[in-house]
């Protein structure tokens, strides 16, 4: 059996600092007490409110500027996929499987997103789409602004769920992905394949075929995985 670990005074605080923001105490845009303040009220010293505060910045919950009293922040779904970016792309150069499971999890995902847009998907939504793709054939030549056109297609696919959680998940995929993708203009013709990729997701998702517009995004993607791989 194995001993209980004693907590560290500093995460005591942290849990207390937390449940007042999570009790809406202290809501999102107020400020928190000063350090002198915190001290007085938890009983504890300078340095573990100093460590509880600078966590929960690191979570994302607090701001501190210099010279003022930490004020409140209210999460939000890509603030979060933020704070976790730097960690995960480490996490992602160390670890082969890892990537692969990101592929395979994106897959999963967007098919689903394409499935959904074409059931979904309003008249804007779809010129936006086919804005991005005009925008990746002006670009050909042009790695990264073709990349950039290309995330945000799938960006914007993934809005059209409506779902806020979701959509910053696919945009922080994409970002990931980006950082162990080879650059495409080694492979002669692989922007052209790309877009017209594109164009049958596009198609489908106008024509409401939620079969073909799910068939033609596992097809892009699965080829697409090739084009990621760990370097440096």
Same mark, same amino acid.
């Given at each position: 059996?194995?001993?209980?670990?004693?907590?560290?005074?500093?995460?005591?605080?942290?849990?207390?600092?937390?449940?007042?923001?999570?009790?809406?105490?202290?809501?999102? $845009?107020?400020?928190?007490?000063?350090?002198?303040?915190?001290?007085?009220?938890?009983?504890?010293?300078?340095?573990?409110?100093?460590?509880?505060?600078?966590?929960?910045?690191?979570?994302?919950?607090?701001?501190?500027?210099?010279?003022?009293?930490?004020?409140?922040?209210?999460?939000?779904?890509?603030?979060?996929?933020?704070?976790?970016?730097? @960690?995960?792309?480490?996490?992602?150069?160390?670890?082969?499987? $890892?990537?692969?499971?990101?592929?395979?999890?994106? !897959?999963?995902?967007?098919? $689903?997103?394409?499935?959904?847009? @074409?059931?979904? &998907?309003?008249?804007?939504?779809?010129?936006? %789409?086919?804005?991005?793709?005009?925008?990746?054939? #002006?670009?050909?030549?042009?790695? #990264?602004?073709?990349? &950039?056109?290309?995330?945000?297609?799938?960006? !914007? %696919?993934?809005?059209?769920?409506?779902?806020?959680?979701?959509?910053? &998940?696919?945009?922080?995929? %994409?970002?990931?992905?980006?950082?162990?993708?080879?650059?495409? *203009? *080694? *492979?002669?013709?692989?922007?052209? *394949?790309?877009?017209?990729?594109?164009?049958?997701?596009?198609?489908?998702?106008?024509?409401?075929? &939620?079969?073909?517009? $799910?068939?033609?995004?596992?097809?892009?993607?699965?080829?697409?995985? #090739?084009?990621?791989?760990?370097?440096?």
């Amino acid at each position: 059996m194995e001993p209980i670990q004693k907590k560290k005074l500093y995460q005591s605080v942290l849990d207390r600092l937390i449940e007042t923001i999570a009790s809406k105490e202290f809501p999102p $845009g107020s400020k928190l007490p000063s350090e002198r303040e915190l001290m007085a009220m938890i009983g504890v010293g300078r340095p573990s409110i100093r460590e509880a505060m600078l966590t929960l910045q690191q979570m994302g919950l607090i701001r501190i500027s210099h010279g003022e009293r930490a004020r409140v922040v209210k999460p939000t779904p890509e603030a979060i996929i933020d704070q976790i970016s730097a @960690a995960m792309i480490m996490l992602l150069a160390d670890n082969p499987q $890892g990537l692969e499971d990101l592929k395979s999890a994106r !897959i999963m995902i967007e098919v $689903g997103l394409a499935r959904l847009a @074409a059931t979904s &998907a309003t008249a804007n939504d779809i010129r936006f %789409l086919d804005e991005c793709i005009k925008e990746m054939q #002006a670009r050909q030549g042009d790695s #990264a602004a073709f990349v &950039a056109a290309d995330m945000r297609f799938h960006e !914007i %696919l993934a809005g059209i769920s409506g779902n806020s959680l979701i959509a910053a &998940a696919v945009s922080g995929m %994409l970002v990931w992905l980006t950082r162990f993708k080879q650059d495409m *203009v *080694v *492979v002669k013709g692989a922007e052209q *394949v790309t877009i017209e990729e594109h164009k049958l997701i596009l198609d489908a998702i106008r024509n409401k075929d &939620a079969e073909a517009a $799910g068939a033609s995004m596992q097809r892009h993607l699965s080829r697409a995985n #090739a084009l990621y791989s760990n370097y440096t």
